[in-house]
């Protein structure tokens, strides 16, 4: 079965600074990747994707993603978070479904 | 930008009851899901639906579940006697294609409390 875990519940950053969300995966084949971001009380919202080609992947909001095969991960990485990035974070991977981690909370402080 | 809608925002409903959760998928839209998150937990894969038929379901979705695209635009999810372990948010999803570059976009969400 294809999963991945988010290895931390919380990632708290001062604005300004990077954020970094870990994203490991286990998958037999090729892994189709994503993120997603949840806002309070709002549903799940694509940000990016890997599917093949280049392992640095951009997506929306200045959010990007690194696919690393050796180290079976997929770290969501921003070079200078805003306040306005704080929400729970979700990465995923696919086959027939999305098999979603458990969420990572970014909190960016002002 | 087409986006996938669901209604109500909100359902609270005494245990037993029937719910049904209305979903209006991308208009061009082939692949349809049900995912539900209890509170506090990860999102959980309920069910996929395409060409008016299941395609793929989880231990979840067991014979309290069904689903149904009963007008071509809308997508249903029932729940014919509901417990109060259903009481989670339910997300439905929509997907254009079968590749597998195509990401699934998500709805608001509908939130059940079963009392």
């Known amino acids: 079965a294809q999963s991945v875990a988010q290895p931390e519940d919380q990632v708290n950053v001062a604005e300004g600074n990077p954020l970094t969300v870990k994203c490991t995966y286990s998958v037999s084949g090729n892994p189709y990747l994503f993120w997603y971001v949840q806002y309070p009380n709002r549903g799940l919202q694509f940000l990016l994707k890997?599917?093949?080609?280049?392992?640095l992947v951009k997506g929306s909001y200045g959010f990007e993603a690194e696919f690393n095969k050796s180290q079976t991960s997929f770290h969501l990485k921003k070079p200078s978070a805003l306040v306005s990035d704080s929400a729970l974070y979700f990465c995923?991977?696919?086959?027939?479904?999305?098999?979603f981690g458990a969420g990572t909370t970014v909190t960016v402080r002002a | 930008e087409p986006e996938v809608t669901q209604t109500p925002s909100h359902q609270v409903t005494q245990m037993g009851q029937e719910v049904i959760l209305r979903c209006v998928p991308i208009?061009?839209?082939?692949?349809f899901y049900w995912y539900r998150q209890i509170l506090g937990q990860k999102v959980e894969f309920l069910v996929s639906?395409?060409?008016?038929?299941?395609?793929?379901k989880s231990e979840i979705f067991d014979d309290q579940f069904s689903v149904e695209r009963p007008d071509g635009s809308n997508f249903t999810l029932k729940i014919r006697s509901t417990k109060l372990e259903d009481s989670a948010m339910y997300f439905c999803?929509?997907?254009?294609?079968?590749?597998?570059?195509?990401?699934?976009?998500f709805g608001p969400g509908t939130r059940l409390t079963v009392l």
């Open positions: 890997y599917i093949t080609g280049d392992n």
């Open positions: 208009s061009n839209h082939l692949y």
């Open positions: 995923a991977v696919r086959d027939y479904k999305l098999s």
């Open positions: 999803a929509s997907r254009k294609t079968s590749g597998g570059d195509n990401e699934q976009f």
């Open positions: 639906f395409y060409n008016n038929e299941i395609s793929e």
